[in-house]
């Protein structure tokens, strides 16, 4: 199934990202810290991009449905051992 990605920033580490995936749509705030940031080891970095490519990791998991409502990503690395590698590699590209 083919989705699209948004996000828009609502703070300054605070993304609001939209999911449309066929007919369903979902939406989910993603929090980045500038600690994760550092710990990404990819410089200059977009951090819409770091929440869009976070959400396209998920969803390559699961259904957007599944995805919470809210994704803080030192926690989703803390609980997650392929995140932040596979990020990176993404983030690379």
């Not at 699961?62 to 590698?85: K, M, S, W, Y």
Request: hydrophobic share 40%; proline share 6%; net charge negative.
């Amino acid at each position: 199934m083919s989705e699209r990605v948004d996000a828009r920033q609502i703070g300054p580490l605070d993304y609001a990202v939209t999911v449309h995936e066929g007919q369903d749509t979902t939406h989910h705030e993603v929090t980045l810290s500038t600690a994760f940031l550092d710990d990404l080891l990819v410089p200059d970095v977009d951090p819409a991009r770091v929440a869009t490519e976070t959400v396209r990791y998920l969803l390559d998991r699961e259904p957007g449905v599944a995805i919470p409502a809210e994704v803080g990503l030192d926690r989703l690395a803390n609980h997650d051992q392929d995140f932040l590698p596979e990020l990176r590699a993404r983030l690379i590209d």
